[in-house]
């Protein structure tokens, strides 16, 4: 019996898509039978993300309406053993679903996979509802910014109202120079606001916009940092004791230089 | 001269700690639902009580949500703290 996970934040643009389709591929890398599903109806965008775009025949709203069975919507990711995503439906809307429809789904999915994560749209609405309902694990995704900090804590507890506890969290575009002059809020900073548990960081990184230009899941790349960070999330999630990823290693040439002279950089 | 100083070098502090009195603020109100015009129903209230037995001054009357150490040790809280300046104390209890 497999286990479903629902990608979270409510503010949108924080990288709930990304995470959805970094975590799914490392988690298929790493042997396991995996489904992602797109539950932002109306507004797609996993299947550009995940470069599946061109496979679409059947989408999420042709199986719960039963137009197709289950198996003929699911698009199999030939790159990739083991990882299949059951896309969003375009040219509809959040309310044709509905949150015992989405239910159904994930346990018949849960039979046959490892893992069932659904990305989940932006907001608090019926597409959050809905992405929700399936789901017995959560994934709080934020960025280091107040308002994106604020509507986690928001999600958080609409989350645990909905018997969703212990959610943990990814911050994801950290800017490790920029915490290092005070310019950001550290995870110390965020994990202490919020009191949850932290599943991963994530650093900025310009190989996540090339890697979704292409297509291809920045966990393929070996030297994308941010790929880096996503397999550890996906070993963490399997169970593994990774420890969270030492972004001061990243330091450009100012730091480095500034140390080799035996100044305090922070 | 501290004050200059300390206005002088106050950007080097970074934006980091605004960052974060601003975000915990804005969350004791979201996490406590309360409104703008619920503090203002409450202040307009403990203005009626107080002035029974003391002159306050109404005008820099300020009450707000906020965090505090509790008593208990469970770590932070939230409380709600009046700042309520006399002006006379109305001695009619004697």
Known sequence: MGEVIVITSGKGGVGKTTTTANIGTALSLKGKKVVLIDTDIGLRNLDVVMGLENRIVYDIVDVVEGYCRLKQALIKDKRFDGLYLLPAAQTRDKNSIKPNQMQELCNELKEEYDFVIIDCPAGIE????????????????????????????????????????????????????????????????????????LLGVVPDDEKIVVSTNRGEPAVTDPKSLAGKAYINIASRILGENVPIMNLESDEGFLPKLKKLFGLKTN | MILDLSKLFGRNKGSKTVAKERLKLVLIHDRANVSPQFLEMLKSEIIKVINNYIEIDQEALDIKLTRTQSDEGEGIVPALVANIPIKNIKNSGK
């Open chain 1, 126 to 197: 019926q597409g959050f509802k809905n992405a929700i309902a399936g789901a017995e694990k959560a994934i709080v995704v934020t960025t280091p910014e107040v308002s994106a900090v604020r509507d986690a804590d928001r999600i958080i507890g609409l989350l645990e109202a909905n018997e969703l506890r212990n959610p943990s969290i990814i911050v994801n575009r950290v800017r490790p120079d920029m915490v290092r002059r005070g310019d950001m809020m550290s995870i110390e900073d965020i994990i202490d606001i919020l009191a949850i548990d």
